[in-house]
Nanobody, 115 residues
Framework: QVQLVESGGGLVQPGGSLRLSCEAS????????MGWYRQAPGKQREFVAR???????NYADSVKGRFTISRDNAKNTVYLQMNSLKPEDTTVYYC?????????WGQGTQVTVSS
């Protein structure tokens, strides 16, 4: 339905910043919302942030005030600006797209916060 490609992960020091990108293609007209999740090894995937087609956003308590989700409709891309990163933010981040009859996921991008 929708293909998603994440980018922007990498290694950053504690307190640093990264911006993740998620470019969508395919049936983008049917997307109701896009979001970011993260999953550490052996743990369940957890919600990070979401933005609806109407522009509403919501965040996990653990990232409020530090992360910002935004979108560029012209580029079919959603961003996750991550500031004041902590070692506990280290994990793989996944983008998803939700439509009336589907939930599609990207392949994930690794974020490592370490000195």
């Amino acid at each position: 339905q929708v293909q998603l490609v994440e980018s922007g992960g990498g290694l950053v020091q504690p307190g640093g910043s990264l911006r993740l990108s998620c470019e969508a293609s395919g049936s983008i007209f049917s997307i109701n919302a896009m979001g970011w999740y993260r999953q550490a090894p052996g743990k369940q995937r957890e919600f990070v942030a979401r933005i609806t087609s109407g522009g509403r956003t919501n965040y996990a308590d653990s990232v409020k005030g530090r992360f910002t989700i935004s979108r560029d409709n012209a580029k079919n891309t959603v961003y996750l600006q991550m500031n004041s990163l902590k070692p506990e933010d280290t994990t793989v981040y996944y983008c998803n797209a939700v439509g009336p009859s589907f939930v599609d996921w990207g392949q994930g991008t690794q974020v490592t916060v370490s000195s």
